[in-house]
């Protein structure tokens, strides 16, 4: 039997709950999007609201990206994407994320020397490369170079110092990026130079070696400029909502930001563009067989999902997929790269649109789907892919640490939960508990372990 009702009114709601009415008060965002502050619900009738995974739940008010899933739009600071991405640096769209305003003339300048100047990482991190194994995936690589950056970098503690560890991130994340690359082939680590740009630097720190000269491919880097900006910001998507989490602790920038690295790599987000690229090498292997995968994502048997289809938030078209597919076709054709994959990306985007179950579910190709395509063509391997999504992800991520830090009255996140265990029982000695517990006694008892009291 239902305990409680809601009722919304202009700028506040009212609950009724237990046979008791509150008034809850309500949170309009700049684009009218309406919140009801449940924060004294728990003081007031003693229940919590009850959300898993945070489906229907705004963690914070946030000034920095705005999505409308059902119309399509992704907006930084008020900019749409789609006019980011044809007009500004990447550069340009970290300091608009974190500073709030697009630069002037003088501080594009000023700001891109910065990132320049930082690029290099103090010496002795090479000795943390050599101890990992060449085995390592990037991402694990990246993760802890960016965590170690605290340990050469002084805390973060006045806004200057703060804002010279943030340019630091920026600038040596792309290095420490490309020797996570190198030492994966075994080839030595190529150092930044001052007078490229930063995504050429990045380039150039991927893909030169020391005894031949290098020129930069400027169909690569349009792209990768293009990428990076479509994967600045997300507002408060898994890695991001990390970030701010770990951030609330106190946690300085560089650990924050190497959590939100962490949750990045997780097939259902960043890790998405990886495993893309393999499911459309095994339906290429497979011969092409479109609607056997389609299937295979409605059948119960299975747990199969079709990889870089599906979001939380977009319900009609993710914009940045949009970009990325027109973009695939032009970058493919001026490297004059033709890549079966792309069609079968293309194909099988038509047969899934088609069917009934991706129809009702509204499940569109989110940015994975055909970045992949994009990286591939660009000579970027596999396993690096999450990480091009993770350099791209970091003035976001910067922008919510900063912004979580400065809000007024900002707490420590701490959810509640609804407790489902046992409730309270009486101890049982050791030698009293082989009854009821599957296979007898625990294993290290069996074995003659020491227990470890
Ligand atoms: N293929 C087949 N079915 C799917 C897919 C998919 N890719 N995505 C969702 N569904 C189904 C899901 O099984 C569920 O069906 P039902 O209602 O019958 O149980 C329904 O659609 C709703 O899905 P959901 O799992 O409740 O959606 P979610 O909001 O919890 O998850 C998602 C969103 C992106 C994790 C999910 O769509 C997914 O796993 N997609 C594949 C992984 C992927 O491409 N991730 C990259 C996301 S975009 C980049 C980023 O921000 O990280």
Not at 49 to 75: K, V
Not at 267 to 290: F, K, S
Not at 407 to 423: K, L, V
Request: charged letters at 25%.
């Amino acid at each position: 039997m239902a305990r409680g009702i809601l009722h919304s009114m202009s700028n506040s709601a009212k609950l009724i709950f237990d046979d008791k009415e509150i008034e809850l008060p309500v949170t309009v965002g700049s684009e009218a999007e309406t919140g009801i502050d449940i924060s004294k619900l728990r003081s007031q009738t003693g229940a919590i609201t009850l959300d898993p995974s945070f489906a229907n739940t705004g963690a914070c008010e946030s000034a920095i990206t705005y999505i409308d899933g059902e119309q399509g739009i992704l907006r930084y600071r008020g900019y749409d994407i789609e006019e980011l991405a044809a007009n500004a640096s990447f550069p340009e769209v970290c300091f608009l994320l974190i500073y709030g305003r697009l630069p002037t003339a003088e501080e594009r300048v000023d700001f891109r020397r910065r990132l320049t100047r930082h690029s290099l990482v103090h010496e002795d991190m090479k000795l943390l490369f050599e101890g990992l194994p060449s085995t390592a995936h990037p991402m694990v690589t990246l993760s802890a170079m960016i965590a170690s950056l605290s340990a050469y970098y002084p805390d973060d503690e006045t806004p200057e110092e703060i804002d010279q560890n943030i340019i630091r991130l920026l600038a040596k994340a792309k290095t420490l990026a490309a020797f996570a690359y190198k030492k994966s082939i075994g080839q030595p680590f190529m150092y930044p130079q001052n007078d490229r740009t930063y995504i050429e630097n990045f380039q150039l720190m991927m893909f030169s070696v020391p005894c031949e000269p290098y020129e930069v491919n400027q169909v690569v880097r349009r792209a990768l400029n293009k990428l990076m900006i479509l994967h600045a910001d997300h507002e408060q998507n898994c890695s991001t909502t990390t970030v701010r989490t770990v951030g609330s602790s106190g946690a300085n920038l560089f650990s924050s930001i190497s959590s939100g690295i962490s949750a990045l790599w997780g097939p259902l987000h960043g890790g998405a563009n990886q495993a893309v690229i393999e499911m459309l090498e095994m339906i290429q292997n497979d011969g092409a067989n479109y609607q056997k995968y389609v299937d295979m994502t409605k059948s119960k048997d299975s747990d199969f999902k079709l990889m870089g289809f599906g979001h939380r938030v977009y319900k009609n078209f993710d914009p940045r997929a949009r970009i990325l597919k027109e973009a695939a076709d032009e970058v493919l054709e001026s490297l004059g790269v033709d890549d079966p994959l792309l069609d079968i990306a293309k194909r099988l985007e038509e047969v899934a649109l088609a069917d009934p179950y991706f129809i009702e579910r509204k499940l569109y190709p989110n940015v994975d789907f055909y970045s992949g395509v994009l990286y591939r063509a660009m000579g970027i391997p596999t396993n690096m892919f999450t990480v091009m999504f993770a350099l791209g992800r970091l003035p976001g991520w910067i922008a919510h640490w900063l912004e979580q830090r400065d809000a007024p009255g900002t707490r420590i996140s701490r959810p509640r939960q609804i407790y489902t265990g046992e409730t309270v029982r009486d101890w049982v000695p050791l030698d009293k508990r082989a009854e009821g517990i599957p296979g007898g006694l625990n294993h290290e008892y069996q074995m003659g372990l020491p227990d470890d009291n």
